[in-house]
């Protein structure tokens, strides 16, 4: 298994632009969470998925920020337009049903810098 | 609502030496209770977990928990440290329906040769 694949890596980009992260969940996991992680914050919860349907998205700090399922094993989150606040590292993480046994598996995460 | 607190942002050990990482939670029924460690430029990764049973897990890299319900706690430890833990580690506690984890703040662990 490859684990939870995201991209890109990093990603640099100019303020105002538009910015999408993509997320691979492990085949079979039900569960999908996108998390953000910053030195003032720490990790934070912004939206996750059970089935492709968005469950709770309190965490998505406005409306520049947005995130889809199409389908099971791929999930995207959009920033239009990145402001350099969002620069942080985003974090996607999925579980199965019995994840309470497992716990989660993330992804390596996406570096974004937002000058 | 379930929350964890790990008291110590910042702790630096000797190589060699041993560790403890403090994790306090709150959670209303039996826990679901996990550590993580995040190396530099890494994602989190599973240390251990526990559910029930024996209060004492063992996970990998040589790290073992302790479970105590009275204290509300789940310590790491280690008994000789290396210089490759040094990273963050994450305690978390899951809900019984295994879908929400709640992470602390996350401990630092430096480690001086």
């Known amino acids: 298994d490859a684990g939870v694949i995201q991209s890109p890596r990093h990603e640099v980009t100019e303020m105002g632009q538009e910015v999408t992260l993509r997320c691979k969940p492990i085949?079979?996991?039900?569960?999908l969470f996108w998390y953000r992680q910053t030195m003032m914050r720490g990790l934070e919860l912004l939206i996750y998925?059970?089935?492709?349907?968005?469950?709770?998205d309190s965490g998505m700090p406005e409306d520049r920020f947005s995130a889809k399922m199409p389908n099971a094993s791929f999930s995207t989150l959009k920033i239009q337009p990145s402001e350099p606040r969002d620069s942080a590292v985003y974090f996607c993480?999925?579980?199965?049903?019995?994840?309470?046994?497992?716990?989660?598996?993330f992804g390596s995460g996406t570096r974004l810098t937002v000058v | 609502a379930q929350s964890v607190t790990q008291p110590d942002i910042h702790i630096t050990v000797s190589e060699g030496a041993s560790l403890e990482l403090r994790c306090n939670y709150s959670?209303?029924?039996?826990?679901?209770l996990f550590w993580y460690v995040q190396s530099p430029g890494q994602g989190l990764q599973l240390l251990l977990k526990?559910?029930?049973?024996?209060?004492l897990v063992q996970g990998i890299k040589g790290f073992e928990a302790e479970f105590k319900r009275s204290q509300s706690s789940f310590n790491l430890r280690k008994p000789s440290v290396h210089w490759s833990d040094a990273a963050e580690y994450f305690c978390?506690?899951?809900?019984?329906?295994?879908?929400?984890?709640?992470f602390g703040g996350g401990t630092r662990l430096m480690v001086k040769p």
């Open positions: 993480a999925s579980t199965d049903r019995a994840g309470a046994n497992y716990g989660y598996t």
């Open positions: 959670y209303g029924a039996t826990p679901y």
């Open positions: 526990y559910f029930s049973g024996d209060t």
């Open positions: 998925f059970n089935n492709n349907v968005p469950i709770d």
């Open positions: 978390a506690v899951g809900n019984n329906a295994g879908n929400m984890l709640t």
């Open positions: 085949s079979g996991h039900d569960y």
